[in-house]
């Protein structure tokens, strides 16, 4: 089974309005991490948005917010306000407590349309 | 710089070549990743080094594919006799700890082709 499930290969936004990329994620492992990257077209991944498996609260970075979902198993990336330089690959990745492996998604592709 | 630094940024190499990759952690990070990502997909791990424990291997594809990492700090990972289906970007990526919530930092990569 896949440790990161991400269902959107591809994903269109209205700039200046608010998207939702999704991650779904299947672990066995009580403590856990749920992270999520942008790769821009130039290659670089940046590090966005970090949740913790016992964290009370939805997280929260500038535009990005995580709506974690723990009885669901999915975490999706909420991007408010679009803006043009959001269009990229979106990357939602795991880390279990136990293990040393980060698990990766297949990626969102998001393009922002002005 | 303060960031992750990978070298050559390119490379293009003749099939059943040896080529070996570079990679230099943030200063201070234990935690040292190798990655490799076909065109349009996503991160397949390869290899994870952790201060001076025994690395994961589980995801080397082959025995042409080894890494090592000298002193903690600098890795290299070197593709033996390449094959086309190496070609590639090979991300590699360090984190302060091993565990818990940090997150990776990556560096720009090394774009492989093998003609």
């Known amino acids: 089974a896949q440790k990161i499930t991400q269902t959107q290969p591809g994903m269109f936004v209205q700039e200046k309005e608010a998207v939702t990329l999704d991650c779904t994620y299947d672990t066995s492992d009580p403590s856990y991490g749920l992270f999520w990257y942008k790769q821009p077209s130039s290659g670089e991944m940046i590090f966005l948005i970090y949740?913790?498996?016992?964290?009370?609260q939805n997280a929260t970075e500038g535009r990005y917010s995580l709506n974690f979902q723990k009885a669901r198993k999915s975490a999706n990336l909420v991007i408010s306000a679009s803006q043009l330089g959001d269009s990229a690959m979106y990357f939602c990745a795991m880390r279990e407590g136990t293990g040393n492996q980060f698990y990766f998604g297949t990626g969102t592709s998001l393009t922002v349309i002005p | 710089g303060a960031g992750v630094s990978q070298s050559p940024s390119n490379k293009v190499t003749e099939k059943g070549k040896d080529v070996e990759l570079r990679c230099d952690p943030i200063?201070?990070?234990?935690?040292l990743y190798w990655y490799r990502q076909s065109l349009g997909q996503g991160l397949e791990f390869l290899i994870y080094?952790?201060?001076?424990?025994?690395?994961?291997k589980s995801g080397l594809p082959s025995d042409r594919f080894s890494a090592e990492r000298t002193g903690g700090s600098v890795s290299t990972l070197t593709i033996q006799r390449t094959q086309q289906e190496d070609s590639a970007v090979y991300l590699c990526a360090s984190s302060k700890l091993g565990t818990g919530n940090q997150p990776q930092h990556f560096g720009d990569g090394t774009r492989l082709s093998i003609l």
């Open positions: 949740q913790g498996s016992y964290d009370q």
């Open positions: 200063s201070g990070h234990t935690a």
């Open positions: 080094f952790q201060g001076n424990s025994a690395p994961d």
